[in-house]
């Protein structure tokens, strides 16, 4: 049976750092959180739960803004990040701006604005922001709040990569697999993409280069080179590989 490929898509939570480079995917991350509104003192508990976890870098230091914003998110307390990091992005911050950004995108704690998205992206992109890069580029592709470019949004991922970004490495993989008016379609560079970012831990880009080295897209055929892959991304809770692997 041939396994699907997965579309592009937004990122929907930030690891914790102030690079905000993705080593994990955070999409299937549920915090375990006891309380609708937690404190500080529960964000840090929960932080260090997801370093137990390998998920997050460190515990946040409350009396640093940015920190505790960012952790707040990654914590699942979208409302406390918007009231930490929206003084910080009016300064200036890319970091603040970028989660700004992916607050109003997908309607975290604020209501969900296409515009305040992309003013606040924009923005972070400026400044050579590569999280930002990646985002804004889904919402040219997607037609979010934009006229849909696929040039553009091209554009944008390459930015993203080139800085280490793995949701732009992925998104690359992405549209180089399925191809476009303005890229020819390359199961080879798509390979290559893929597994950049599933060197970085992003789950589904581990899963799709296991479909790749199942099918031979790009690659050498290699069962266990697939099932590696597969494992891997199941280890972060990655629905179709671990369906995958149960086939």
């Known amino acids: 049976m041939q396994a699907k490929m997965f579309k592009s898509v937004v990122v929907t939570a930030l690891v914790f750092g102030l690079n905000l480079s993705i ?84 309607g975290q704690g604020v209501t969900q604005s296409n515009a305040e998205a992309l003013k606040w992206l924009q923005l972070a992109v400026k400044q050579g922001n590569a999280l930002a890069q990646a985002n804004l580029g889904n919402m040219y592709l997607e037609g979010r709040g934009v006229e849909p470019s696929a040039q553009q949004a091209l554009s944008l991922f390459q930015q993203a990569a080139a800085q280490g970004s793995a949701l732009g490495q992925y998104n690359l993989g992405v549209l180089n697999y399925q191809g476009s008016s303005n890229l020819a379609q390359s199961y080879t560079e798509a390979a290559k993409w893929f597994h950049l970012a599933a060197e970085q831990g992003l789950a589904l880009a581990q899963y799709n280069l296991g479909v790749m080295y199942e099918a031979g897209e790009g690659v050498e055929q290699s069962i266990t080179e697939a099932k590696t892959w597969y494992e891997r991304a199941a280890k972060q809770g990655q629905a179709e590989a671990i369906q995958r692997l149960a086939e």
């Open 23 to 106: 080593t994990s995917s955070f999409a299937e991350t549920q915090p375990n959180l006891s309380t609708p509104n937690p404190s500080v003192e529960t964000i840090q508990q929960e932080m260090e739960r997801l370093i137990t976890e390998g998920l997050a870098e460190k515990v946040p230091d409350p009396s640093t803004e940015l920190e505790l914003g960012l952790a707040a998110y990654q914590a699942g307390n979208y409302a406390l990040a918007f009231k930490k990091l929206q003084p910080l992005a009016e300064q200036g911050n890319s970091s603040a701006q970028t989660t700004l950004g992916i607050l109003y995108l997908q």
